[in-house]
């Protein structure tokens, strides 16, 4: 039962243009929405978070848009640049269980 | 700077050894984690602590077991390895809290022959 569905599964964008990665829940206990980076060879690292009274994050060129009552958020990537190619994992977390669940992350690939 | 060091980077087993990965951190986290990560798969929580001597099953479990003995320390334990376990491994730490910040450590790949 895969609790935080993610696509793609990979993105292919020109330099300059705009990554978008959705993600969607069905456990309306979740409170708590981070996005983690990670490049090859690398654990991933925390990007951006949300809280679900929030419905937009920003962060330089990151954005998550939140949508509760869709029980859906995405991450933005705006003027995407080579070096933001890497693998993007939504997640969720639950107050009380100390566990994130994350999607099955998004392989971004930005050409120059 | 906070950091989370898992001791192989590359293990090659045979099938039928018990094998051991080791983490350690140095942010005196309550929370320590091991996933597994397989590509299309994503991460898959294995088990976790919450505190010395203290764990729980996650989504998982089946084949390993962990040890907590000291709060910086959380060992993954493969019984009898399989070529199933063939993956890459990851170990996190965080506080406990609802908006918490989980550490990666940089994964060991353990390839089981």
């Known amino acids: 039962q895969q609790q935080v569905k993610q696509s793609p599964q990979s993105l292919i964008v020109q330099k300059g243009g705009i990554s978008i990665i959705n993600c969607a829940y069905e456990?309306?206990?979740?409170?708590?929405f981070p996005w983690y980076q990670q490049f090859p060879g690398k654990g991933p690292a925390l990007l951006i978070a949300?809280?679900?009274?929030?419905s937009e994050k920003k962060e330089g060129r990151f954005t998550i848009s939140f949508n509760k009552s869709a029980k859906q958020f995405s991450l933005h990537i705006m003027d995407s640049q080579p070096g933001d190619s890497a693998t993007y994992f939504c997640?969720?977390?639950?107050?009380?269980?100390?566990?994130?669940?994350f999607g099955k992350g998004t392989k971004l690939t930005v050409n120059p | 700077d906070v950091k989370v060091t898992q001791s192989s980077r590359y293990l090659v087993k045979r099938t039928g050894e018990k094998v051991f990965l080791e983490c350690v951190q140095d942010?005196?986290?309550?929370?320590m984690f091991w996933y597994r990560q397989d590509p299309g798969l994503g991460l898959r929580l294995i088990y976790f602590?919450?505190?010395?001597?203290?764990?729980e099953k996650g989504d998982i479990p089946e084949g390993y077991s962990v040890s907590r003995e000291k709060k910086e320390r959380f060992s993954l334990i493969l019984e009898s390895a399989s070529t199933n376990q063939t993956s890459m491994y990851l170990c996190?730490?965080?506080?406990?809290?609802?908006?918490?910040?989980?550490?990666f450590g940089q994964g060991t790949r353990l390839t089981v022959v």
């Open positions: 602590s919450y505190d010395v001597k203290m764990k």
């Open positions: 949300i809280r679900p009274d929030v």
């Open positions: 996190a730490s965080s506080e406990p809290s609802w908006n918490t910040e989980a550490f």
């Open positions: 997640a969720a977390f639950q107050g009380g269980s100390e566990k994130l669940v």
């Open positions: 456990n309306t206990a979740f409170d708590y």
């Open positions: 942010m005196d986290h309550e929370n």
